[in-house]
């Protein structure tokens, strides 16, 4: 054990003399990118204060600070606290900033007023550092949080003229998120259900809400209520359902008449996936549609039904599904959606399964590496794809990843 801290320390010590030797290097009066991506805590202070003081008199543009640590495994007193030791005098040539794996105390990051980009992960703030950044970043762009622990309410108004995009990821103590800017044109959300109020927005084109169904179990008409209602001008949305969701909630939609993409995360159990036709029948303006899968049982077969009537979508070009396997009912929807979308160009079929990390689609075969049939699965499901392949008409191109 005691070793074993101590090649730690080791390494850090070697890490630190390096890092410090390459800045005695650097000639330069200034400086485009400053970024250390390495495990380091508190005790190592005095040296990372002396890197930011460096970056900041090179004046630095983009700046980046990952400790690669985590509150759910190391204890808070191990995290070194930005700023430690910073100077009093605005910082005005930072445009992008990235910290992960600290703590976050005043005076924060208000001093930072050219920042345009500025993303925060397992980053520990509360309420007051938030409002802080958005006072005093009014320049801020998008804004990017995950895995905060302490914040609880989130309210973005006017002063936050330029905010364009606001990200809220896995911040699991959040209880409301509350929006009153104009400008704002994108706004990405995973997390638990929480009071959400959102007033003049008319600039807001693009919505991503995936809540926990642990947390929500009316997910969609939830979404429809605080989103498609309010926002006719929306284009894109990304949810995350169910079969069973939809069925439900199905009735009680409104049409989608602006809707250029919908996403959905899917996770499944033996349910039909033509349900989401009737997604399609509400979105007539719909280019493009993605359907990204998890099987709670990945050998399970899903039930095939009928579909209940023919919708031509006129102006659908693009199908992408996600963790495609070949079962009966993934390819009756897609042959659903080839024989009535008059405009179909193009379809993708990925058997890897996929999750979001924050906004990033992952693709993965953990479940099939746990079930030990990696090979044998993927194999099966790219055969399906190339035998659905030659159902569908040459004029349509079908990508099987």
Known sequence: MFDHVRGLRNLDEKFITRLNRVLELHQSSSLDEFRVCYRLTKSSASEIDKWISY????????????????????????FYTFPSCFPVETVTSVEYLSLSSCILQLPGLGNFRSL??????????????FQNILSGCLLLERLSLSGSRKLVNVKVDGSSSKLRCLEIYFCHYLKTIEIYTSNLVTFRYIGPKVYFSLE?????????????FKTCDNRLTYACAHFTSKLPQLERIVLELNPHEVC?????????????????????????????????????????????????DPLAESKKIESSSECLYQHLEEVEIGGFQGHEDEIQLLMYIVQNAITLKKIIV????????????????LNYKILGIQSQSLQLAKEEAVRFRGLVPPGIEVVIK
């Open 350 to 365: 990925d058997s890897y399964d996929q999750y979001l990390d924050g906004n990033e689609l992952v693709r993965s075969g």
């Open 55 to 78: 970056a900041m008199d090179k004046k630095v543009k983009r700046f980046e600070l990952n400790f690669q640590m985590y509150f759910e495994m190391f204890p808070p007193g191990l």
């Open 116 to 129: 345009k980009h500025l993303f925060l992960k397992d980053v520990e703030l509360d309420d007051e550092i």
């Open 248 to 296: 439900k909630e199905i009735k009680m939609l409104p049409t989608f008449s602006n809707l250029k993409v919908l996403a959905l995360w899917v996770l499944i159990k033996n349910e039909s996936l033509m349900v989401f036709s009737s997604l399609l029948e509400l979105s007539p303006s719909l280019r493009r549609f993605e359907l990204h899968l998890a099987r709670s």
């Open 200 to 212: 003049s927005a008319p600039c807001l084109v693009e919505v991503s809400f995936c809540v926990s």
